[in-house]
DNA sequence: CGAGGGATTGATACGTCTCAAAGCATGTGG
DNA sequence: CCACATGCTTTGAGACGTATCAATCCCTCG
């Protein structure tokens, strides 16, 4: 419940409720593509249960994870003709997805334009943001930045469905160097960790604090 | 001519027509600021000459660069009721603006609506590519990206109408690292720099591997 | 021609990366 | 149900890239 709530910041029911009328569902496992850079954009999705990444690859193979996805986050929004990003589910996961091109009624196409355009305006703005983290924070704040953001998308939980080489690569990071970070913010009493991917904040305004 | 159509990747002309229509034309002079962060959205804007930036601000200073505006480039596209950047003139400039909330009959609503939409979609993929920039480029490929971009958007002037502290902001680097690369590219002969604020390109082969 | 601000260059410091080893979870087969 | 194997994570030592501090240079404009 809570979960939910705090993830449906892009958009009211009723522009989120047309992928639910007119979409298919889907269970994927873990590491599994749901769609793939350079092919053609079909579908739009969103996430009901697990959780999804987005990642961009540079030719000699450095990873840029492009964004997170929740239950209740619509993910493979592009403005082109293809994916500019692969996603992969992090976790056994359930999406659901409406083709963009389906011939429908004029209602469920405003309706869906609507979804669109709120999803995109919403990718637009956590793109921004992650954009200032890449550009002008240091490793410990990013950490931080990063951990305050699950925190706020999954309502509360502190569950990290990723790996330490995705939380990396979504921070511009190495490994080594996110794992420090933690350790550090653990040992500050910042946070605790009772689980390799499972934590709680124990100091909330330290944790802003610390994010910039 | 060749810079406006080099510009115009961000629609066609009919959508861009209804700010031509429906604007007030402003000139504005070096670093004057257009729109402040934080202020109401009210207005969409079209570089007519010169050229704008767009910057954000973390509470201790630092400052990131989100974009660049050269001729034809609409800015000022928000999602939200704020605006998330200030806008300055990075030199003495004209604009065009709308009122995104004016009365306005149905065909230029429709217009309007179509030219805030694909302005805003090639915002998300720019703003995407300066995310992978910042993840994952070291210092030369910024740099040398950097220079390719302005080739690319402005058609082939090599003109710099920025300081390095704002290109350094825009990369995420300080001002003496940009310098060092913009002399080491000198030195390998891939650019050449003619005035500070100009360069021509001497091998776009060697400049397209180096931007990775 | 002189003043002033931006840009370049140099020396050094610092933060993050790299390479390497050890530790710890997770799941599998005995 | 335990023991081992495997892959992910943590920790350490040292290297590297970029930042910082400082001096000089050089355009541009008055």
New binding site residues.
Partial sequence: MIAITATQGQGNGAALAVIERLGTRESVTKDAEIYVQSEPVERIYRVVSGAVRTTRLLSDGRRQVGEFYFPGDVFGLETGPEHRYSAEALCDSVVLSVKRATLRSGEASAELDRMIWEATAHELDRTQDHLLMLGRK???ERVASFLRGVIQRTGGQGDLPM???DIADYL?????????M??QLQSSAVVE?D???HFRVRNPQALERLAA
């Fill in positions: 240091t490793a410990s790996t330490r080489q511009g990071l190495t490994i080594e160097t996110v794992s420090r933690l350790s960790f689980a390799l991917r």
